[in-house]
């Protein structure tokens, strides 16, 4: 993940760097800092039971016990104000520094020793049981005993594991709640693209947006509003693509803080724009669009074509066809394309011939034609207040920048003053704008977003109709369908890009970077247990982690969000493999001297405690992050769904339930899978004597011996009864006890 390209890596890029070190820091205080801290807790723990004995001789139990809550609150107290200096005794952090720190720090160690002494002074003290001697099995010991001790049960468990896995990824491929790049929020910032066509001046775009200026800070839910018209503005687009063609102004607002309207749903951020949708549309002779702005990587329109061909004509007759396309699409909405919007330019053709008769060159006709356009360019110079050269250019007064202006003008020759006219023309052409290529081709896009909350029926391959959501790659595969039947021409083609473009890209990534990281991590497993076998077990832990991800979307009705949930899968392929390694570990180190049956049930007993615990505080510690839970320590009190704790509930879901669940079937698949080793040649056997059997046929010497083993099975077993020096025996069918019989022989015993 650390080379993670493009905008997903640089927003993405601090996670694993965040991780390398944290799980490297935790590395040295495992090995050296904790033994230390150990000792001196080792020592306080004895001063603290000294105490803790003594309040249990001086204090009845429910005095003990009113101290408990009393301890945790001054613990919340001293631990609130050390976050917050100002929490009890009002100090300014800013003026005081680190000192302001120091009450809140002494009181936080000081009531966590009371904490730990009256905890202690009120707990319950049992009597010392008698120390039983031997090895007494476990109730989870005798379920993996049940598991692992005949060769059938772990077949079983293996194959209903493996019948989970299958049925969870049909499942979620069939009811899935779709794909997205990245996570949805609730939008903060939105750009209003004002856009009409025609000749407008300056003035009249600035009316048109005014107006609908107007409408946007009338509305409650707007905190903050900037404007302006014509081109170039505070672009705060920073999605990764352009505005519209024929846009006239925009209008960036931002809606009130989230703090002050999340108990108030009628200033939801997407129903204040679908409100200032509403109103803005009522202005005539304007199209709006309303660009919400994303909190992460992505461009602004999912649905992004872009048609490439040589020839001008066709490529735009392709866009134009494709583009009714989009607007007969059903859930695609605010359609543009890239082509050239329609209006006059003007050409100035100049005769060559004719300038070089009366003793003009082209230079200085084109300089002429400067003054009344954009300038002559004389210098450059460089001022202290900019880092950049600043062009100096003479024009004409302004009142004078009109093409007539050209029929008056006339140039210098050596011959005198010359007048333009006398060789230069103007004739009014279709406006251009500008040509784009890519990869030498002229290109269109044509680029759409997609409505929320809609449904479609699809018919799948096996022609059965299943009811989908709408959302960007399902439209894209629609028409893509469209496409791939060629209904444009041969000499156009074309291609997906944009979110498409940057979602493909991050899931080759991912992919690459998830096969990556196996790879090394099986080169480290074997290198350190010296076994193909415990090295791939170890790996398949990473697929049951993943049938718990697929489980935690379902349950929790997310996305697959390309990056959020790709992360937490990549991410959690590390911390899942850490149970395994356990298990592994410690049945090699049994295996050296007990039974190999036994050490899988003695690694199963020992091991479960680390497990479950590594694996509870890491899903406790991720739960708020995944039910959307805010916690504010400074001010006090907490939030449900905030637009920021969105971002993570996705990622946090995939770790909490792709732990969970993985861990619960690798404590049964684990030992499974080494029992199946252990039991491996006893399959060998059954399998031989499977197909002897059926080789053989019903006449053969294997048949029969087939046949007599049956036989002896069904046959029971005499009892005999020895009675003063006689010999008296009973035969009894045990099978129905009716028949008994006894037959007495007169002999005298053998000494």
Not at 191 to 207: F, H, P, Q
Not at 635 to 653: C, E, F, M, R, V
């Given at each position: 993940?650390?080379?993670?390209?493009?905008?997903?890596?640089?927003?993405?890029g601090m996670?694993?760097?965040?991780l390398?070190?944290?799980?490297s820091?935790s590395?040295?205080?495992a090995?050296?800092?904790l033994?230390?801290i150990?000792?001196v807790s080792?020592?306080?723990?004895r001063?603290f039971?000294?105490?803790?004995k003594l309040l249990r001789?001086k204090?009845p139990?429910?005095?003990?016990?009113?101290l408990?809550?009393?301890?945790?609150?001054c613990?919340?107290?001293?631990?609130?104000q050390l976050i917050?200096?100002?929490f009890?005794?009002?100090?300014?952090?800013?003026q005081?520094?680190?000192?302001?720190y120091?009450?809140?720090?002494?009181?936080l160690?000081?009531?966590?020793?009371?904490?730990?002494i009256t905890?202690g002074a009120?707990?319950?003290?049992r009597?010392?049981?008698k120390?039983?001697?031997?090895?007494k099995?476990?109730?989870?010991g005798?379920?993996?005993?049940?598991?692992?001790?005949?060769?059938?049960?772990?077949?079983?468990a293996?194959?209903g594991?493996?019948?989970l896995?299958?049925?969870?990824?049909t499942y979620f491929?069939q009811?899935?709640y779709?794909v997205?790049f990245f996570?949805?929020?609730?939008p903060?910032?939105?750009?209003?693209?004002v856009r009409?066509?025609?000749?407008?001046?300056?003035?009249?775009k600035?009316?048109?947006?005014k107006?609908?200026?107007k409408?946007?800070l009338?509305?409650?839910g707007?905190d903050?509003?900037?404007a302006?018209?014509?081109?170039?503005?505070?672009?705060?687009?920073?999605?990764?693509?352009s505005?519209?063609?024929?846009t006239?102004g925009q209008?960036?607002?931002?809606?009130?803080?989230?703090?002050?309207?999340?108990?108030?749903?009628?200033?939801?951020?997407?129903?204040?724009i679908?409100?200032?949708?509403?109103d803005?549309?009522?202005?005539?002779?304007i199209k709006?669009?309303v660009?919400?702005?994303?909190r992460?990587?992505?461009?602004?329109?999912?649905?992004?074509?872009?048609?490439k061909?040589n020839?001008w004509?066709?490529?735009?007759?392709?866009?134009?066809?494709m583009r009714?396309v989009?607007?007969?699409?059903?859930?695609?909405?605010l359609?543009?394309?890239?082509?050239?919007l329609p209006?006059i330019?003007?050409?100035?053709n100049?005769d060559v011939?004719?300038a070089g008769?009366?003793?003009?060159?082209v230079?200085?006709?084109?300089?002429m034609?400067q003054?009344v356009t954009?300038?002559?360019?004389l210098?450059t110079m460089?001022?202290d207040?900019s880092?950049?050269e600043?062009?100096i250019?003479?024009?004409?007064?302004e009142?004078y920048?009109?093409?007539s202006?050209l029929d008056t003008?006339?140039?210098?020759?050596?011959?005198?003053?010359?007048?333009l006219?006398n060789?230069i023309?103007r004739s009014?052409v279709?406006?251009l704008a500008e040509?784009n290529?890519?990869?030498?081709?002229?290109?269109?896009?044509?680029?759409?977003g997609?409505s929320?909350?809609?449904?479609?029926?699809?018919?799948?391959?096996?022609?059965?109709?299943?009811?989908?959501?709408i959302n960007?790659?399902?439209?894209?595969?629609?028409?893509t369908d469209?496409?791939?039947?060629?209904p444009?021409?041969?000499?156009i083609?074309?291609?997906?890009?944009?979110d498409?473009?940057?979602?493909?890209e991050?899931?080759?990534?991912?992919s690459?970077?998830?096969?990556?990281a196996?790879?090394?991590?099986f080169?480290i497993?074997?290198?350190?247990?010296?076994?193909?076998?415990?090295?791939?077990?170890?790996l398949?832990?990473v697929?049951?982690?993943?049938v718990?991800v697929?489980?935690g979307?379902?349950?929790?009705?997310?996305?697959?969000?390309?990056?959020?949930?790709?992360?937490?899968?990549v991410a959690?392929a590390?911390i899942v493999v850490n149970?395994?390694?356990v298990?592994?570990?410690?049945?090699?180190?049994?295996?050296?001297?007990?039974?190999?049956?036994?050490?899988?049930?003695r690694t199963?007993?020992?091991r479960?405690?680390?497990?479950l615990?590594t694996t509870?505080?890491t899903?406790?510690?991720?739960?708020?992050?995944?039910?959307?839970?805010?916690?504010?320590?400074i001010?006090?009190?907490?939030?449900?769904?905030?637009?920021?704790?969105?971002?993570?509930?996705?990622?946090?879901?995939?770790?909490?339930?792709g732990?969970g669940?993985?861990?619960?079937?690798?404590?049964?698949?684990?030992?499974s899978l080494?029992?199946?080793?252990?039991?491996?040649?006893?399959?060998?056997?059954?399998?031989?004597?499977?197909l002897?059997r059926?080789?053989a046929?019903?006449s053969?010497?294997s048949?029969?011996d087939?046949?007599?083993?049956?036989a002896a099975?069904?046959q029971k077993n005499?009892e005999?009864?020895w009675?003063?020096g006689?010999l008296?025996g009973?035969?009894?069918r045990?099978?129905?006890?009716?028949?008994?019989?006894?037959?007495?022989?007169?002999t005298?015993?053998?000494e």
């Amino acid at each position: 993940m650390l080379f993670w390209p493009g905008v997903p890596g640089q927003f993405m890029g601090m996670l694993p760097v965040t991780l390398i070190f944290v799980l490297s820091a935790s590395l040295i205080v495992a090995l050296i800092f904790l033994p230390i801290i150990g000792g001196v807790s080792g020592r306080l723990s004895r001063a603290f039971e000294v105490v803790s004995k003594l309040l249990r001789k001086k204090l009845p139990w429910i005095i003990r016990a009113a101290l408990v809550p009393l301890t945790l609150f001054c613990l919340f107290c001293t631990t609130m104000q050390l976050i917050n200096p100002s929490f009890l005794f009002n100090l300014d952090a800013e003026q005081l520094g680190i000192v302001a720190y120091i009450p809140g720090g002494l009181g936080l160690v000081l009531s966590a020793f009371l904490v730990s002494i009256t905890m202690g002074a009120a707990e319950f003290k049992r009597e010392q049981r008698k120390v039983i001697s031997g090895y007494k099995r476990t109730l989870f010991g005798r379920f993996i005993k049940l598991i692992v001790g005949n060769p059938i049960m772990p077949l079983a468990a293996i194959g209903g594991i493996i019948f989970l896995t299958i049925s969870v990824f049909t499942y979620f491929g069939q009811n899935n709640y779709g794909v997205e790049f990245f996570v949805e929020s609730e939008p903060e910032q939105a750009i209003v693209y004002v856009r009409a066509r025609g000749n407008l001046s300056l003035k009249e775009k600035d009316e048109i947006v005014k107006e609908a200026e107007k409408i946007v800070l009338s509305h409650p839910g707007v905190d903050s509003v900037f404007a302006f018209s014509g081109a170039g503005g505070l672009n705060q687009n920073t999605a990764g693509a352009s505005s519209p063609k024929d846009t006239i102004g925009q209008i960036q607002l931002e809606t009130i803080p989230w703090e002050r309207r999340k108990n108030n749903p009628d200033l939801d951020g997407n129903l204040v724009i679908a409100e200032l949708m509403a109103d803005l549309q009522k202005i005539p002779g304007i199209k709006i669009e309303v660009l919400e702005l994303a909190r992460g990587p992505s461009s602004p329109k999912p649905v992004h074509l872009r048609l490439k061909g040589n020839d001008w004509n066709e490529l735009l007759l392709a866009t134009q066809n494709m583009r009714q396309v989009f607007e007969n699409t059903e859930g695609l909405t605010l359609i543009e394309d890239t082509r050239p919007l329609p209006g006059i330019d003007w050409q100035i053709n100049v005769d060559v011939e004719k300038a070089g008769r009366f003793g003009a060159d082209v230079t200085t006709v084109g300089a002429m034609v400067q003054l009344v356009t954009r300038g002559v360019l004389l210098d450059t110079m460089r001022v202290d207040s900019s880092d950049e050269e600043v062009e100096i250019r003479v024009r004409l007064p302004e009142n004078y920048r009109i093409l007539s202006t050209l029929d008056t003008l006339k140039v210098r020759t050596k011959d005198g003053l010359v007048p333009l006219s006398n060789f230069i023309t103007r004739s009014p052409v279709k406006k251009l704008a500008e040509i784009n290529r890519i990869d030498q081709k002229r290109f269109f896009d044509i680029k759409a977003g997609v409505s929320d909350g809609l449904k479609t029926t699809r018919i799948d391959a096996t022609g059965q109709e299943n009811e989908v959501f709408i959302n960007a790659n399902e439209r894209i595969a629609h028409l893509t369908d469209y496409l791939e039947k060629n209904p444009l021409g041969p000499d156009i083609s074309w291609e997906w890009t944009g979110d498409q473009e940057d979602q493909a890209e991050s899931q080759a990534f991912l992919s690459t970077a998830f096969s990556a990281a196996l790879a090394l991590m099986f080169i480290i497993l074997l290198a350190q247990f010296n076994s193909f076998y415990n090295s791939a077990v170890v790996l398949l832990a990473v697929i049951l982690s993943t049938v718990g991800v697929l489980i935690g979307m379902l349950v929790m009705q997310q996305p697959f969000s390309v990056i959020m949930t790709g992360t937490g899968i990549v991410a959690l392929a590390g911390i899942v493999v850490n149970n395994n390694i356990v298990l592994i570990d410690t049945y090699q180190e049994f295996a050296k001297y007990l039974p190999r049956i036994e050490a899988i049930i003695r690694t199963a007993e020992q091991r479960i405690r680390p497990v479950l615990l590594t694996t509870i505080t890491t899903m406790a510690g991720l739960a708020p992050m995944m039910f959307g839970l805010s916690l504010n320590f400074i001010n006090g009190g907490y939030s449900i769904d905030s637009p920021t704790s969105l971002w993570w509930k996705q990622l946090a879901t995939a770790v909490v339930f792709g732990l969970g669940i993985a861990t619960m079937l690798t404590l049964v698949f684990t030992p499974s899978l080494l029992a199946i080793r252990i039991w491996f040649f006893t399959y060998v056997a059954w399998t031989g004597r499977f197909l002897a059997r059926v080789g053989a046929g019903k006449s053969g010497k294997s048949a029969q011996d087939w046949a007599l083993r049956r036989a002896a099975k069904r046959q029971k077993n005499t009892e005999i009864i020895w009675e003063d020096g006689f010999l008296t025996g009973s035969l009894v069918r045990k099978n129905d006890k009716e028949t008994e019989f006894k037959l007495n022989a007169k002999t005298h015993a053998a000494e």
